[in-house]
């Protein structure tokens, strides 16, 4: 059983997407293990997209993380990781297929619906950013 955390971004948060979203993980076999809305500082943005510090898109993506709040989450399942990132589709929305959660919805590189983690390492690591382990069930 793998786990990995899934963000729904602001731009899916205020367009009332989050049922549809998680509807999505759930008719895909993975399971909610935690779930928290929360509003992003943006130190605590920063902090969490660490690895995109130096890149020229830091600010632009630290300050649309903090325009409203996001919906952070633990899925679980077999190959959760893949098959998370597999409905989310591409990061650039241009290139996310139809059928995918960006793909359908996503409108534009920042405002791109959903975060997922990248590997089993990050997935550890982002899972403890948001959650205590006593939160995940
Ligand atoms: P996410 O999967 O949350 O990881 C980092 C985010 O940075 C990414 O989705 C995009 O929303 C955003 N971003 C903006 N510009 C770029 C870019 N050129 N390459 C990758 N990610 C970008």
């Known amino acids: 059983m793998e786990q990995t955390l899934s963000i729904i971004k ?3 948060v205020s367009r009332n997407l989050v049922g549809e979203i998680i509807r999505r993980f ?5 399971r909610v293990a935690a ?9 605590e ?6 690895v995109h510090r130096q890149r020229p898109f830091f600010g632009d993506l630290v300050s649309f993380m903090t325009s409203g709040p996001v919906v952070a989450m633990v899925l679980e399942g077999p190959g959760a990781i893949a098959k998370n990132r597999d409905l989310m589709g591409a990061t650039n929305p241009k290139d996310a297929a139809k059928g995918t959660i960006r793909g359908d919805f996503s409108e534009s590189i920042d405002a791109n619906t959903v975060h997922g983690s990248d590997g089993p390492q990050t997935a550890a690591q982002e899972i403890a950013f948001f959650f205590a382990r006593r939160e995940i069930m």
């Open 26 to 30: 759930e008719q895909a076999g993975l």
């Open 45 to 50: 943005a920063g902090d969490f997209y660490d």
């Open 10 to 12: 602001p731009d899916g």
């Open 35 to 43: 779930v928290r809305k929360l509003h992003l500082s943006a130190r």
